[in-house]
């Protein structure tokens, strides 16, 4: 009978590992975020699985270093804003990437030439455009490993390569960029804030995204969710003065969608 009972136990923690594993990491990765603190009871509790499988996914984020175990639970990595890697910026914040991706590719028009920098949700508006005769200057190395449609031509800035974030930065980049003129720039950012302007985490890449966004006739927009609001990362890229749109989810605060207003930028919310 004992025997049995492991043998359930056992079977019924199998189901949970698989049971949307990914989707459940980011959820606490999310709760996490929002806490700063967290036991492992209280995550549980919440997520629904036991607590033999939240200490496994604690141990996954940690691993990717988005948080940092304690004894009977988890706190917020000190790496926060420090550059994740694309793979961890990929997992989070899933919907409202896809949702404000497919909102900045409708803005897209036929026979544009565009920049669109580095990061997940860059990607993603990748796949969402449907004008016609679009050329895509980018620095993202994952879009040259794309299946790229007939309606795109993108052009891939080259440079120097970070393995972490996967794009080109540095001389040979910012140059490329500088000999374009594009009538929009799509820009995903890790920190905006009225105040303290767009920033990131690392100083090469704000330097081809600011190159960009001086080499843009028409619109510079903004593609950021919620959590990068009132962020603030390590280098400064630029003053919203800049900024024509942005462009995030439902996750902002009335108090940042004024304030953003109020500095002439539109805000669309998805």
Known sequence: MMEMDKENKM????????????????????????????????????????KMTVRRDLEFLEKKGLIERIHGGAILSNRGLLEPLFSQKSMLHRQEKDAIAKKAASLVQDYETIFINSGSTSLRLF???TAKHVKIVTN??????????DNLEVLSTGGNFSNESFTYYGDLANYAVSQVWATKAFIGVDGIDVLHGLTSPVQAEGQINRS????????????ADSSKIGRVSNFFLSSISVVNMLITDKGISEKDLNEFTKQGIEVVVV
Not at 23 to 46: A, C, F, N, P
């Open 140 to 149: 993202n190395a994952y879009f040259p490993m794309e299946d790229i449609p």
């Open 11 to 50: 079977s019924m923690d199998d189901q949970e590992k698989k049971k949307m594993s990914p989707m459940r990491r980011e959820s606490i990765y999310q709760i996490i975020q929002d806490q700063k603190m967290v036991k492992v009871s209280d995550l549980s509790e919440e997520t629904g699985v036991t």
């Open 212 to 223: 960009m966004i001086e080499h843009t006739k028409n619109q510079v927009i903004i593609i």
């Open 127 to 129: 796949h969402e455009i």
